[in-house]
DNA sequence: TGTACATCAGTGAACGCGCGTTCACTGATGTAC
DNA sequence: TGTACATCAGTGAACGCGCGTTCACTGATGTAC
């Protein structure tokens, strides 16, 4: 049954693939190893053959979920348009398109107090996720003090994190529709 | 062993409010109940005789979480300074201090991707706390109008709530601070 | 007011279940000669 | 290039453990007469 290096490498890949949607749909705490493997069309027993823990594909599923996500908001900011590289960043971030696709969406507004208590790795993994964001929104403010610029997106990011979370808690529709619609224009009107 | 009717409410007062700061701190998927009842100083077993299962408690200990924090913002504010309601509630979400007492903290901040797949009675009581929240804050924007006060409320808790997360979650001590400084300094200029 | 009895808060053992993890095994892959 | 053998990706059963929940039991409380 032993499959070429190739082959093996695009396991690997399919699972931490598959765990970075499956984390952000069910949560870390929610997604048992047997579930997700089988999401992954493998039976459960072969995966300490690729991971040393579920923790460690937790922090690569992390940095997985963030890769594509900045991978996303640079396409949609590449396609010139008149709106402002904010106005993007917002648009994606609080669309109810975006709220109701868990498993496509932040890994900050999916996970976020489930990764406040993972391990050292995690967190740290998750760091440099929440610093490449913040980098590539920074970037969009042109004409901006770098330090300003920085301080700017890293608000802007934290509202639209907090807004995206709580726009998903709340039982209210008409409530969640107003908090995203609010946030957006708060954040693109300043 | 039967305790009085007073002693028994009693009893169930302090699990609700033991569960409240335990599931604050280690999370709901993170307390079990065998230890949460020792933290209240029972055994497990008497769990059942005051509530139908944990879902109800986490739905409880979530309004009495809110609650305190209605009540300590409160006595924050009637604590007549020269400073604004906003300055004030921004200082208690974004202190050192707050982010490093979970136990104590906003229920949004310390359990937030945990509340959005709660069942739908948690979530009911936690929109029901969030809207607390919102009226608390936004009846300290005096002459302003009342949609305008309560927008700028719940971006301004989206704000602290996305910020204070963020700022548990990262590693490095410095950039925790500076979301923290930042956050705050942003909320109380505009 | 006193007595007999039902109630039920709290105990601690036990339940089934799903979790993360381990392991013996299979058989195709990769390597040494 | 062909052959013998080691490697190891993937399978599926099994492990111990802690979880939420149930239950028989105890004995003080509360109630009916």
Chains 1, 2 share one sequence.
């Not at 499956?22 to 992954?40: V, Y």
């Not at 949609?76 to 590289?85: C, E, F, I, M, Q």
């Not at 967190?123 to 970037?139: E, H, I, M, Y």
């Amino acid at each position: 049954m032993k499959k070429s290096k190739k082959e093996a490498a695009e396991t690997r890949q399919r699972i931490v693939k598959t765990a970075s949607a499956e984390f952000r749909r069910n949560g870390i705490n929610g997604t048992g190893l047997s579930d997700l493997m089988a999401a992954a069309g493998l039976t459960h027993g072969g995966f300490y053959r690729h991971f040393d823990s579920k923790e460690q594909l937790v922090a690569e599923s992390c940095a997985a979920a963030v890769d594509s996500l900045v991978e996303s908001l640079t396409s949609a900011l590449s396609r010139k348009t008149k709106r402002s590289g904010l106005e993007v960043v917002a648009a994606s971030y609080l669309s109810k398109e975006a709220r109701d696709d868990s498993s496509r969406c932040c890994p900050f507004v999916a996970l976020g107090s489930e990764l406040v208590r993972s391990d050292e790795t995690t967190r740290s993994v998750a760091t440099d996720g929440f610093l490449k964001l913040v980098d590539l929104l920074a970037a969009q403010f042109s004409r901006t003090r770098p330090d300003v610029a920085k301080a700017r997106a890293l608000i802007a990011l934290s509202t639209m994190i907090g807004a995206a979370t709580i726009s998903r808690m709340v039982t209210d529709p008409e409530l969640s529709a107003t908090i995203l619609r609010q946030t957006e224009k708060h954040l693109t009107e300043a």
